[in-house]
C-alpha cells in the first residue's frame, strides 16, 4: 500500500518557523515531482511548492523567499521548511508525492477518482499562525 505521510504541523506566532516533513513510500515513480498544497477553511486549495527530481524547485508567491522545499532521496523524504510565517499561511498542508501535473481544485486532496498523474497525496498535516 502506498504510503505518504506529513508530519511536523503546529501552533506558532507570527515570524515563527515550523518544518514539515513527508515521508514516501511503496510506489514506483513514475513522475518527475512531488510537492506541497494546502487548504484554509473556506479557501480553495493551492498548490505552495514543488521538487522535481533533479532539484529544480518552484513556488507560489506569497510564500518565495520564506519557504524552502527540499528533499532527501536516501530518506524518501520530503521537507517544507517555513520561515518568518504570517497569519495568512494557517492551513492544513498536504504532501503530494509522483506527481505530472498540478492539481487544481477546490478541494484538498483530489478525490478518489483523479488521475493518478495528479500524484499520492497524504492525510495532511494542520499549520496555525496565530498571536
Known amino acids: 500500500e502506498v504510503q505518504v505521510v506529513e508530519s511536523g504541523g503546529g501552533s506558532v506566532q507570527p515570524g515563527g518557523s515550523l518544518r514539515l516533513s513527508c515521508i514516501m513510500s511503496r510506489f514506483t515513480w513514475a513522475y518527475s515531482e512531488m510537492g506541497w498544497y494546502r487548504q484554509a477553511p473556506g479557501d480553495e486549495c493551492e498548490y505552495v511548492a514543488t521538487?522535481?527530481?533533479?532539484?529544480?524547485?518552484y513556488y507560489r508567491d506569497s510564500v518565495e523567499g520564506r519557504f524552502t522545499i527540499s528533499r532527501d532521496v536516501s530518506k524518501n523524504t520530503m521537507y517544507l521548511q517555513m520561515d518568518s510565517l504570517k497569519v495568512e499561511d494557517t492551513a492544513m498542508y498536504y504532501c503530494?508525492?509522483?506527481?505530472?501535473?498540478?492539481?487544481?481544485?477546490?478541494?484538498?486532496?483530489?478525490?478518489?477518482?483523479?488521475?493518478?498523474?495528479?500524484?499520492?497525496w497524504g492525510q495532511g498535516t494542520q499549520v496555525t499562525v496565530s498571536s
Open positions: 503530494a508525492a509522483d506527481f505530472g501535473r498540478i492539481w487544481i481544485g477546490a478541494t484538498c486532496p483530489p478525490g478518489p477518482g483523479a488521475a493518478r498523474d495528479y500524484g499520492y
Open positions: 521538487i522535481k527530481t533533479d532539484g529544480r524547485t
